[in-house]
């Protein structure tokens, strides 16, 4: 599998899909060490006399197959959330990882299921506890359960029908009803209206998702596939980057209502069109005052208007001058849109600032309360959603992957994809380096082709500071043990003549996967292509 990183990258994956804990698949992994695979690593004990299970990947999955079928049928047989659940350990019990230690015969009809070789019980429970305490530091479970549920009962209060939204609910469904894609859980869904997922619409489908939640704090049993399934929802519905930050912020607030940092790329987006829209009209002009003295915390329109350098005795001798009045006003026209065009590069995400653009949307758009702004503005991250902001040119059409990169044939010059800005140079630092397998060459290609994308929105050419870095460099760079790095699929970048923030703000409404940005490095922007959002403040 090249790395242990790796390894872990397909243990996550796996678990996530199947709906159990990846912890389970790692120790089986340090403990079986069985069979002997081509590539020359080690399986997970997991044997198919229908399939060859030869490669690590294929071993993964059926071994979460495997936990998944074992684990239904304890169910089946009489078993409660508390005989497979430890609460307090916030992982499985002893008493199931025996029956894992067990081994696993499968049904004639589990086709997808492997064959799991007995192991020594005691060495599988101290390779997953010894995993539990590594990962759950500090993570205080007891409570989770409750505040699982605390955030469920209100979610179809706070449902804006945003698409990470959706997709979090869409996994619920997957995941409780042991469906292994999102295109079986809509069409799970689309039975019950009685048609099929392309006659489905988005209304329709949001209602039944709803109706499916509300019913959850009734059906709960603290089974570990339904306690997954509700940590999926609530990592996709904050765009959290992991299981553990998950609790971790459940542990401060377990309510869904809206983060109001989510509505920061609809404002800034809304804001950089003010230049081109302004028309002068008194609105317009009273609207941008307002948002200007909540943005520098004045008490009066009076002080806002001096502090913009305009003396309001000015205002008062030219009251009964239209001529001198129209020359004050383009004098503060020109100010207001001087302020304007700096909230992009001066935009702090403080409560004071968020406020003061709210404020200004109200106003402008002529809406009477807040709540019909942020309404507003859900609108608007919707439309971003469905037509992502472009550069000043044209998008281009992105060029085809190429076909047979190896880690073989890798030429530092070539460009990863045909006609794309990106070379292997760039990936390897030079080919420093360089690739272990052919799935870290995979990974390299799949954010080059999302990065692209991300350069031809832009239309500026992005300026590498970090891609693959084998572990060894991770380490050294202070990087987390779990990083997207080692698999090849992040990418830490500048743009000439944008912040970090910008760049974030920029991406935030249509980048599918991970997306960050640092506090130390404020011209630095990280994007790794994990399947699910995720956003963070390094």
């Not at 990947?57 to 089946?76: F, G, K, M």
């Not at 390779?127 to 009962?153: N, P």
């Not at 305009?310 to 001798?317: A, G, H």
């Not at 991770?474 to 743009?495: E, K, T, Y």
């Amino acid at each position: 599998m090249g790395t242990v990183n790796q390894g872990s990258y397909y243990y996550g994956l796996e678990a996530e899909r199947a709906g159990i804990h990846a912890l389970v698949l790692a120790a089986l992994a340090e403990v079986q060490r069985s069979p002997l695979l081509a590539t020359g690593e080690m399986g997970l004990g997991i044997s198919q006399p229908a399939k060859s299970l030869e490669s690590f990947p294929l071993q993964v999955q059926y071994a979460a197959n495997t936990i998944r079928a074992l684990s239904d049928r304890l169910i089946a047989q009489g078993w409660q959330g508390s005989d497979l659940w430890d609460v307090g350990m916030g992982g499985y019990s002893d008493r199931f990882l025996a029956i894992v230690a067990a081994g696993y015969i499968p049904a004639v009809e589990e086709t997808n299921v492997g064959e799991l070789t007995p192991c020594d019980g005691r060495a599988l429970q101290a390779a997953y506890r010894q995993g539990l305490e590594m990962i759950s530091i500090g993570l205080d479970q007891t409570a989770l359960d409750q505040q699982l549920l605390t955030f469920i009962e209100k979610i179809p209060e706070y449902y804006l029908g945003l698409s990470h939204q959706r997709r979090g609910l869409l996994e619920v469904v997957r995941i409780w009803r042991r469906l292994d894609s999102a295109g079986a859980a809509m069409e799970s869904l689309a039975r019950e209206t009685q048609k099929s997922a392309q006659q489905l619409a988005t209304e329709d489908l949001d209602i039944t998702l709803k109706q499916f939640i509300q019913r959850i704090p009734g059906q709960y049993k603290g089974f570990p596939h339904q306690r997954e399934a509700l940590l999926r929802l609530i990592q996709s519905w904050r765009q959290l980057p992991s299981r553990e930050a998950v609790i971790e912020s459940l542990a401060v607030s377990s309510r869904p209502d809206p983060d109001l940092h989510l509505f920061d790329g609809a404002l800034l987006h809304w804001v950089q069109q003010i230049p081109l829209n302004y028309a002068g009209t008194g609105a317009q002009r009273n609207a941008l005052t307002e948002g200007f003295r909540i943005w520098r915390q004045l008490n009066s329109r009076q002080t806002a208007i001096a502090a913009l350098g305009i003396d309001p005795e000015r205002l008062s001798v030219a009251s009964s001058d239209p001529e001198k009045l129209q020359a004050i006003a383009t004098e503060l026209d020109r100010e207001l849109l001087t302020f304007i065009r700096r909230i992009p590069h001066t935009y702090r995400e403080t409560h004071q600032q968020r406020e003061a653009l709210i404020r200004l949307m109200q106003l402008w758009r002529g809406l009477k309360t807040r709540e019909q702004t942020l309404a507003s503005l859900t609108d608007d991250l919707k439309a971003m959603e469905q037509h992502p902001p472009t550069g000043e040119m044209a998008t281009l059409i992105l060029p085809q992957r190429p076909e047979q990169w190896t880690p073989d044939n890798l030429q530092l010059h070539g460009t990863i994809l045909p006609q794309g800005q990106f070379t292997w140079a760039q990936a390897t630092q030079g080919g420093t380096v360089m690739p272990p397998d052919q799935a870290t060459v995979e990974a390299i290609i799949r954010i080059a082709t999302l990065a692209q994308q991300v350069s031809d929105r832009l239309q500026r050419p992005l300026l590498i500071t970090s891609w693959y870095r084998p572990p060894h460099i991770n380490q050294a760079l202070g990087g987390l043990p779990d990083s997207r790095h080692l698999m090849g699929d992040a990418i830490d970048f500048v743009c000439e003549g944008l912040t970090g923030n910008q760049l974030y703000w920029f991406l935030d409404s249509w980048w599918p996967g991970g997306l960050a940005r640092y506090r130390r490095f404020p011209h630095l922007c990280h994007i790794d292509a994990r399947h699910y959002r995720a956003r963070w403040l390094a």
